[in-house]
Each structure stands twice: as structure tokens, then as C-alpha cells.
């Protein structure tokens, strides 16, 4: 089958993967779309160790072939969005609503593929550059099948750590104000999800300004080119500031931009050893530095929420999807989603 491989030096697309059949506890979906993050590009250029080879691919939807024993929540033919999250279910974080923080869904990558009779990594325990993936049973999520693919793939990721570091993370109040720096496919998420918490003023601040119409479509009240006219805008500061590019100067932006009380958000991913500096004198008027992984989701409630919210109109999914690619396109794809022309880049099969 079809997939794209990470060798170690160089992403390409293959014809000759194979996967596994389902065990226990576990469901066998075919892919039908996926899409492009960051996150992917990211272990390509290193920003992200992990070890090669592996099958790259985060977020996608698909629909159900087969599932192993004790699986009963899904099907086959049913129609799922995938989620990254592998947690155990049983430990104490996940018996608390916290199944992010499992020790158990981090760092314990899986070898469920083979090419050439040798075993090929999983990434982010998912792997959606594929025909087919084998998934903990708790990370398939069943969707209404009036949901198209190519816009379902994305709930697993952009949307889970976006709107979900709002809802959950930031727990954003309703006629509170919010900045988000970087609208890029998590940016766009944290814009919607501030739209949905009821926020009063939603300031996107990104250096390209055509993404100003999209920005707007997703609920930005204001969108800026720099932070440096955030104050125009929020004169004491913003009670949430959303930092959704990994740069470390932005970091520090985002906290200088606190109103008392407020709340700096971190989603984008700088290199494992950046470090990040700021004043320790500002913190003291009740400000807070908030780490966010995976939006502080709970996959099996959330996306069957935010598929919900799709429905009744609430939520955009399809003004997502900039284009669609068939993986043999991979390259094309990677280079558009590197260059800032997409907000999100989906593959299909």
C-alpha cells in the first residue's frame, strides 16, 4: 500500500508498506484524508526528533475495516476521526479527565508497518500518510457519515489543539478579549474557538497580511501585520494572548501583552532546546505562562462535539482546507504548507 516515509534524511511517498491486522483493543481504519501539519514537516527538518524510518501523518479521517476483539464503540463502515492521543484509560491522569498528561500515550512509539520485511515506525501512535493504519481502539472517534472526509481529518489535531486550547486550556470567558499571534492552522482554531467562547475582541496578529480575510471569516475582530499595535487595539492588554508560531521572541511578546490577570498560551512548537526569557517583575499582577498539549483534549467528548458544532454552523471545517492533494503530491503539498499558502494542505487516498 501507499504511504509517505520518513527515512531519517528524506520524505517520500512508496508503494510497498504494509500493516498489520488489528489486536486486541484496536481498529484497523482505511484512510480517506489527511492533513498536512507542521508537526509532520517538522520531524522532516529535525524540530521534532523521532526515530526513522516512520510513516509520517497525524490527522486524518477514514472509515472502519476491521477492529480486534473488545472493541465495541466502533464498527466496520463507520466513518471516524483519529486522534494522536494513545492514552491507557486506566492511570490516575486519565481517571482525572486528563488523558493528555497519560504516560502511556508519550513517547512510546509502535512498529504496526513493515516495508521490505522491515519494521517502520508509527508517528504520534496514528501515521495518517497511509492507505491503512492499525489505532488504539480510544483513538477512533465516530463521526455522522454527512461529514465530508477531507474536512473531518482535520478535527483530530488543528482543531483539538486550537479550539480545545480555548475551551479547555484558557477556559476563555465570555466578553473577554484575546490575542492570537500566528493564524496559520492552530491560529485559525484558537481565532474560531475565542469566537465560539463568546470573547469580545479577537486581535489576529500575523506578518502576512492576506491572511487577513480568512482571519476574519474565523472571527478575528482585528488583524494586525505586527504586536507592536497591539496596545492600539487592547491599550492595558489582553487577558488571553495565544503564541502559535514556536518562535521565542514571540513568546515574550505574548507575556509583555498581558492585561493584569491574563494568560499567555503556548502552542507553537520552537526547537526541544529553546529557552525563552521574560520579566519576572510582570508576572506578579496574577499573570500566567500556560504550557497546552493537544489542547488539553478529551478526543472521545470533544470531537464528537466539535463535529456537532460543524453541523449547526458553528464550527468551520471546510474553509480549512485551502486544497487538496493526492499523496503521490506529497512534495507539492510540503512545499505549499512551508511557504505559507495554505492553511491547511490535506492529502487524500
Given at each position: 500500500m501507499r504511504g509517505v516515509v520518513f527515512d531519517g534524511k528524506r520524505a517520500?511517498?512508496?508503494?510497498?508498506?504494509?500493516?498489520?491486522?488489528?489486536?486486541?483493543?484496536?481498529v484497523l481504519v482505511a484512510i480517506s484524508?489527511?492533513?498536512?501539519?507542521?508537526?509532520?514537516?517538522s520531524v522532516v527538518d529535525g524540530t521534532i526528533p523521532f526515530p526513522a524510518p516512520v510513516v509520517l501523518g497525524h490527522e486524518g479521517?477514514?472509515?472502519v475495516e476491521a477492529v480486534g476483539a473488545g472493541v465495541g464503540h466502533v464498527g466496520p463502515g463507520d466513518h471516524v476521526a483519529l486522534s494522536t492521543l494513545a492514552n491507557c484509560g486506566t492511570c490516575a491522569q486519565c481517571d482525572r479527565g486528563r488523558p493528555t498528561m497519560c504516560r502511556q500515550a508519550i513517547g512510546r512509539p509502535r512498529k504496526p508497518f513493515t516495508r521490505a520485511g522491515s519494521a517502520v515506525y508509527q508517528f504520534a501512535s496514528n501515521s495518517a500518510f497511509a492507505e491503512r493504519t492499525v489505532v488504539k481502539a480510544v483513538q477512533a472517534v465516530r463521526i455522522p457519515k454527512d461529514i465530508p472526509l477531507t474536512s473531518a481529518a482535520l478535527i483530530g489535531c488543528g482543531v483539538l489543539t486550537g479550539v480545545g486550547a480555548v475551551l479547555n486550556r484558557a477556559r476563555v470567558g465570555y466578553g473577554e478579549s484575546v490575542v492570537v499571534i500566528g493564524t496559520g492552522g492552530i491560529g485559525l482554531n484558537v481565532v474560531q474557538g475565542a469566537r465560539i467562547a463568546g470573547a469580545s475582541r479577537?486581535?489576529?496578529?500575523?506578518?502576512?497580511?492576506?491572511?487577513?480575510?480568512?482571519?476574519?471569516?474565523?472571527?478575528?475582530?482585528?488583524?494586525?501585520?505586527?504586536?507592536?499595535?497591539?496596545?492600539?487595539?487592547?491599550?492595558?492588554g489582553a487577558d488571553h494572548v495565544f503564541e502559535c508560531v514556536g518562535r521565542v521572541e514571540l513568546i515574550r511578546q505574548a507575556i509583555d501583552l498581558l492585561d493584569r490577570h491574563g494568560q499567555a498560551v503556548l502552542l507553537g512548537v520552537p526547537p526541544a532546546t529553546a529557552e525563552a526569557s521574560f520579566l519576572v517583575s510582570s508576572m506578579y499582577l496574577d499573570k500566567s505562562i500556560l504550557g497546552c498539549r493537544y489542547g488539553s483534549s478529551r478526543p472521545q467528548r470533544d470531537i464528537a462535539l466539535y463535529a456537532e458544532l460543524y453541523r449547526a454552523g458553528r464550527l468551520l471545517l471546510d474553509e480549512l482546507v485551502t486544497d487538496t492533494y493526492p499523496v503521490e503530491d506529497f512534495a507539492k503539498a510540503a512545499a505549499d504548507a512551508e511557504a505559507g499558502r495554505v492553511a491547511r494542505a490535506v492529502l487524500t487516498f
Open positions: 517520500e511517498v512508496v508503494d510497498d508498506l504494509a500493516v498489520r491486522d488489528p489486536g486486541p483493543g484496536e484524508a489527511a492533513g498536512l501539519c507542521h508537526s509532520d514537516l479521517a477514514g472509515i479577537i486581535v489576529a496578529v500575523d506578518a502576512n497580511p492576506a491572511k487577513e480575510a480568512v482571519a476574519r471569516r474565523f472571527g478575528a475582530t482585528d488583524f494586525l501585520t505586527s504586536t507592536d499595535a497591539v496596545r492600539d487595539v487592547l491599550p492595558t
